[in-house]
């Protein structure tokens, strides 16, 4: 039997990316002691490695598949097949930023400033390339961790990773430039893509993910309403395409079925009520295709 080598990113994505998975209908149990989940499809095999590590062992075929962050796919500039964009995170569904960060009161203003000045980050070579682009020579360190922290003592930047920015704001920092913006990308190696099966199962795989971050933003909306308000209704109910609109036992009346943006529900089953809808039910949906 034929098995797709699929990296999970281990880590801060771990926790929401085996969560994701599970709403795509992959039960994926990850323990303490293993580097090796237990996943509910005898055809996948999973094996957990940091993000920073992913684009490596996938262009190198050790992985024929994996998540990573876009931003270490730059990093490494490793040869892999980008299947999908998938915006998720450890907490938002937003994409992240790199960032060029120095003191409040540093005297930096742009990245010419930094001229033979010393950046701590652990995007070295990401760094680095951006430096480059701008003709500026600089020394980049590694840094292992706690990087807000290092200015003004230990570097005069840093390049650091950031969703909102507060992070930096609550260690006094600034942001003077953005070196990238980075979302979460399932790859393949050049090798698994030129076989057809394994093809064929990234893109089942990526197409249920997908299909998984596009219902969170959705809930499902069933009503009940008699044939004389069913325009009424009809005209201020929203959906994917049209609503679904069934006879029921009782003759004049329909049940409608939906899907509509979980923003505007609060506002939309007072109006249609006031339509003349009746016993709306609202549910949360794993999957929308």
């Given at each position: 039997m034929s098995t797709l080598r699929l990296g999970i990113p281990k880590g801060s994505l771990q926790e929401t990316?085996?969560?994701?998975?599970?709403?795509?209908?992959?039960?994926?149990?990850?323990?303490?002691?293993?580097?090796?989940?237990?996943?509910?499809?005898?055809e996948i095999e999973c094996i957990l490695i940091r993000a920073q590590?992913?684009?490596?062992?996938?262009?190198?075929?050790?992985l024929d598949a994996g998540l990573t962050g876009y931003d270490w796919i730059?990093?490494?500039?490793?040869?892999?097949?980008?299947?999908?964009?998938?915006?998720?995170?450890?907490?938002?569904?937003k994409p992240l930023r790199w960032v060029l960060a120095v003191p409040e009161n540093s005297p930096v203003e742009r990245v010419q400033d930094l001229q033979?000045?010393?950046?701590?980050t652990e995007a070295v070579g990401m760094t680095r390339a951006y430096l480059a682009k701008h003709a500026v020579e600089a020394i980049v360190e590694f840094s292992w961790g706690a990087t807000e922290v290092k200015p003004p003592r230990l570097a005069d930047a840093i390049v650091e990773i950031t969703e909102t920015g507060s992070s930096l704001s609550a260690n006094n920092l600034r942001i003077v430039d953005t070196l990238c913006e980075t979302t979460t990308r399932f790859i393949a190696s050049p090798e698994a893509w030129q076989d057809p099966w394994k093809k064929a199962k990234i893109e089942k795989l990526v197409m249920l993910l997908k299909?998984?971050?596009?219902?969170?933003?959705?809930?499902?909306?069933?009503?009940?309403?008699?044939?004389?308000?069913?325009?009424?209704?009809?005209?201020?109910?929203?959906?994917?395409?049209?609503?679904?609109?069934?006879?029921?036992?009782?003759?004049?009346?329909?049940a409608l079925i939906t899907v509509i943006d979980e923003t505007v529900v609060r506002d939309l089953i007072p109006d249609l009520i006031r339509a003349g809808a009746e016993g709306i039910v609202e549910y949360s949906l794993n999957k929308v295709l």
């Open positions: 990316t085996v969560a994701m998975f599970r709403k795509a209908g992959y039960d994926i149990q990850v323990s303490s002691r293993s580097y090796y989940p237990a996943v509910d499809d005898p590590e992913m684009a490596r062992y996938v262009a190198e075929g050790i730059l990093e490494t500039g490793m040869n892999v097949v980008e299947v999908g964009e998938l915006v998720y995170g450890k907490v938002g569904r033979g000045k010393r950046i701590a299909a998984v971050l596009a219902a969170e933003k959705k809930v499902g909306l069933m009503l009940n309403v008699s044939q004389q308000n069913l325009r009424k209704v009809l005209d201020i109910l929203p959906a994917l395409h049209h609503p679904t609109v069934s006879p029921l036992a009782d003759q004049g009346w329909f």
